[in-house]
């Protein structure tokens, strides 16, 4: 069973980057389509990218489209979400999520595990 931690959230202006991290162990992360999504407060956690497990297809929410990108390195068990020209309303807890099955999805009850998830909180 895979266990995910994430790490880079914090805190960034309007306009700015930055760059999460999720960290895989006691499992092959290549195993895996990964995920990305956030959880602001009072609403529903959302889908923002996806990633096959060979890291040849990505999909991205349209709110996220052009600025953000997924990516993976099978190598080190690591998957990163850069964001770039980030906005008020991205501002949430970011979540990174691990999928069995053989198809991308993007819903978050398609996933089997999760991560805690990382603060990002965005200042104007």
């Known amino acids: 069973q895979v266990q995910l931690v994430e790490s880079g959230g914090g805190l960034v202006q309007v306009g700015g980057s930055l760059r999460v991290s999720c960290a895989a162990s006691g499992g092959t992360l290549r195993s895996y389509h990964m995920g990305w999504f956030r959880q602001a407060p009072g609403k529903e956690r959302e889908f923002v990218a996806a990633i096959s497990r060979s890291g040849g297809r990505t999909y991205y929410a349209d709110s996220v489209k052009g600025r953000f990108t997924i990516s993976r390195d099978n190598a080190t068990n690591t998957m990163y979400l850069q964001m770039n020209s980030l906005k008020a309303e991205d501002a949430a807890v970011y979540f990174c999520?691990?999928?069995?099955?053989?198809?991308?999805?993007?819903?978050?009850?398609?996933?089997?595990?999760w991560g805690q998830g990382t603060q990002v909180t965005v200042s104007s």
């Open positions: 999520a691990a999928r069995v099955s053989a198809t991308v999805l993007f819903t978050p009850d398609a996933y089997n595990y």
